[in-house]
């Protein structure tokens, strides 16, 4: 099966396939917040009167959700560790979800501009990320790049398309990576490789000449710095989270100590985001290999669904040639999916065809699964985990407008509808967010990964990139 390339600088976050073999219709997303809304498909936690946290409905306009808790919880004079979410959302974006709130707070002294907030009832537990089910989007793409006829009828196979795989491939979207300034994979290598003052000086000084020319300035100047102290005055409000680094440094801080000044989900994306990273190339070279992504090859590790339609990655099965037509109708039935490995300290490969490609980016990449596992900092070890290759989606409908056209649709947690969106557009990074300025020629921001050296863990640095120190399926045949 072919796949049509990407061109443009998402392949350089990994992304460079696509399903549809389409031209695209060009076009921006965000042009004003209610252009991407976005309802959380939630899993409440039951009320409890005599519960310890209180769950209410939480509705933004153009709120990036870190700030968003920051902000709260300095309303509410409590720490933003007391706050929690299931899921990060867009900043320019209309968004509902569901937030917790240790104790039982003065909801009513929050008075942000556009924000809202209702429903509140005690409940058992707080909300965690990764506690709902999905989200509900309705989607507007404006400035498109071709005469609206001729995107309706790009639009119509694009749907016919996607409908007929079953979905469309699972990338990990840009929001992952950051559309203006992808650098969150680039810290999380460095952190992988033992180099936290890389790490460090990469999230305050990385810049692409998509950001704003005053933070770009910002950044040229704080590069290769270490006056902390008089670097701290004039830092953009935009850079809040580079001047909390800068002012820990300030303070006679450590690298480590840096990044753990950052909220606890950023530490955590940093590792995760290098994951991600890795999985798009390997996701990108099945489809060069004219693997299928909805159906399954020997070798190949699918995860079933329970019950509640909850893929169970704990428990991946291996196809092999006597159980392949079985597990090729579970697929088909939308009862279980292909994976990929996303890399960490317990992760198991495929075999096979599948298998030999991810052993490929590891090798190339010179990582051992021991290699996520960061004393130094907790939050960013991780396990590891698989992902699917193929996004299901629900209820896929479009409308055409005079100068725009809407998709709705509905996708499982963890995965991103820009994904779905890139799909119809074609477009460059810069236009699945909102801009001001003139836009910078198309090959601007393209990140080409390179890796760096591996942390020196091993007795015989030279000997430890050839170990091959990740799992096979055990009890699998």
Known sequence: MGYRKCLTAEAGIGMRGYLCDTNGTGGHLKTVPEDFVVREISDPPRAKPDGKYTIATVSTRNWETNRLVRMLSRSLGVSRERIGFAGTKDKRAVTTQLMSFYGNPDLGRIDLKDVSISGAYVGARGIQIGDLIGNEFEITVRDCAVPMDEARGIISEDVSIIKKTGGFPNYFGVQ???????????????????????????????????????????????????????????????????????????????WTDAIEAMPVNLQMMFVHAYQSYLFNEMLSRRMDAGLPLNAPVEGDLVIPLDPKGTPQH??????????????????????????????????????GEMGEIERKVLEEQRLQSEDFNIPELPRCCSKGSRR?????????????????????????????????????????????????????????????????????????PGRSRHRRSWRRPSGLS
């Not at 992952?176 to 810290?187: D, I, Q, W």
């Not at 936290?196 to 000449?209: D, H, K, L």
């Not at 039935?333 to 317990?346: E, H, S, W």
């Open 176 to 254: 992952r990576f950051g559309a203006v300034r992808p650098v969150t994979h680039l810290v999380g290598e460095r952190l992988v490789r033992g180099d936290f003052e890389g790490a460090v000086r990469t999230y305050i000084s990385f810049s692409t000449p998509e950001e704003d020319e005053e933070v770009r300035t910002k950044r040229k100047e704080l590069e290769g710095r270490d006056d902390w102290s008089e670097m701290l005055p004039g830092i953009p409000e935009s850079m809040s989270f580079e001047k909390t680094m800068i002012g820990v440094l300030a303070d006679g801080g450590k």
């Open 314 to 351: 704990e428990n991946p099965v291996l196809t092999t040639s006597k159980n392949i037509d079985l597990v090729a109708r579970q697929v088909r039935a939308g009862r279980a999916f292909v994976t990929i490995t996303l890399f960490g300290t317990d992760s198991v490969l495929c075999e």
């Open 388 to 460: 699917e290759i193929l996004c299901p989606l629900k209820d896929l409908k479009s409308e055409v407008a005079e100068d725009s056209y809407k998709l709705c649709f509905s996708l499982p947690k963890g995965n991103y509808a820009t994904c779905l969106l890139r799909e119809f557009m074609k477009s460059e990074m810069r236009d699945y967010r909102w801009v001001t300025r003139p836009r910078a020629s198309s090959s601007s921001g393209r990140i080409s990964l390179r890796p760096l050296p591996r942390r020196p863990r091993h007795p015989h």
